[in-house]
Structure formats: structure tokens, C-alpha cells
């Protein structure tokens, strides 16, 4: 042994520490390294250019509800009732979705209250095979809007879509008229419906319960549109104007009411349910 590995040895070195993976995050717009634990303090929102994350379905129930919400019960649908295949089976791909989601597809509603204002609240889960609408997460829209009714109380939506779910073909298409049905069912019942639109929304969510709300808000620089940008661009030969599709956009031109960063929404859903619900609602 050398005489330098012997006073090495000899030295009361500390054993490294593990550093764990996930103790920093990269933000996606400015490339800003931050501390995970303050990223997620601050709503998965970047402190530096005010970069909105995307989030799961259970972070922001527990962002926008008071505690003590109830999940609702999904009802079952068939699954993979065309037995599609594509380079995996759509069966397989479900199976891959759920291993790393607490929930059974990507639409998950509960009931509760914000701010003390009685409401029923829906996400959209866009880690689920891109939050697509198919079968499932059609019931589940519907199956919040009905407790809406049954309740009398407004029903909250938060979508986030890369559209309708191809391995369902025309089954996930018909998820838009149903969907569009119970939203007509709300405003017939006097009943607030409210859409919050997060990055991204797209496809035939846009199309149908998306923007069919009484009121929309959009949180800042969310993706919003039916068709991509670069097929409209090809269509039309036209270059587009800069942030098409982009919330402020939208909001510019009458197609969304406001724009809502996110620390501030649960308090702006709480006043305007609290001015829209019908009297004697809690």
C-alpha cells in the first residue's frame, strides 16, 4: 500500500451522501434548477418566469377543495371494446397508465366545498394516456354533473386533453354530445357550470363540454385549441400570429373570460360560485 493510501485511510473521512434524484426540478420555460419541495410550495408554479406546471388530479382537488372532499364513484364501462391494437395493445396501455395512477382513468370528480361554497368538482388527469376522452371519462363527467343536480350546486371543470381517445373510435366521440347534453341539464336546473382550461386542452374536449361553460377561466399561457397549430398553418398557407392559441390569446379575443394564475384561482372559483349558486345552496 502506498504511503498516500495510508494517510487517506488514516483520515476520518465522512462517507458520502446519496443525493436524491428528485430534490431539483428543471423548469421547462426559463431552464431554472429549483429546489422540488419550494417548486411544489409555490403550486408547481416557476417563481422566476411564473411557468405553470401541469399537475395530477389529486394535487389539485386538494389545491382547489376544502378538506374533507368526498371522491365520487365512477361507473364502470367496457373496456377495450373494439380490441384495438396499434404498436401495443389498448388493453396493455391501460394496465401502463395504471400502474403509476391512483385512479382508473383520466377524469376523477368529487364533491365538496370551497371556500364554504358547496360545489362538485372535475379534473382532467393528462398523465392518463394524455387526459384522451373515451367511455370512462365521459361516465365520469357525467356522473359529476348529475351530483351537481342532485345537489343543486355548480359543478367546476378543469380539462386537460390532447383530445378524444383513438383506440375508442367512434365510441370516444360520442362522449361529446353526451357530455354537451349534461352541461344543458345544468343550465336548465339553474345551476352554475364553470370550465377551467389548463395546458394543454385540446382536440374534441375543446369541441364540446371545454367550452361550454357559463364562465371560462384559462390559468397563464395554457395551450388551447381544437386542431394543432401546424395543420391549421398548412390548411390556411397563412403563418399565424404569435401565441395563437395561448390563453392570453384566447382571452384577447373573447374566447376566454379571464386568465387566472394559479395561487389565485380556488378564491375566484369561491366568489363566483358564491354569486352564481341558486339561493339557499350552502
Known sequence: MSWINRIRKSLPFREKRETPDNLWVKCPSCSEMLFTRE???NLSVCPHCGHHGRIGADVRLEQVLDP???????????EDPLKFRDSKKYSDRLKAARSVSAHADAFVAASGSIEGVKAVVGVQDFTFMGGSMGMAVGE??????RRAIKDRCGYV???????ARMQEGILSLMQMPKATVMTRRLKEAGLPYIVVLTDPTTGGVTASYAMLG???IAEPNALIGFAGQRVIQDTIREKLPEGFQRAEYLHKHGMVDMVVPRGEIRARLAQLLDYLQPAGVA
Not at 140 to 145: I, Q
Not at 157 to 162: I, M, R
Open 140 to 145: 365520469a363527467f357525467v356522473t359529476g354533473a
Open 157 to 163: 371543470v378543469f380539462t386537460a386533453a390532447g383530445g
Open 214 to 216: 357559463d364562465i371560462h
Open 68 to 78: 374533507g372532499y368526498e371522491f365520487l364513484r365512477m361507473p364502470e364501462v367496457a
Open 39 to 41: 417548486y411544489e410550495d
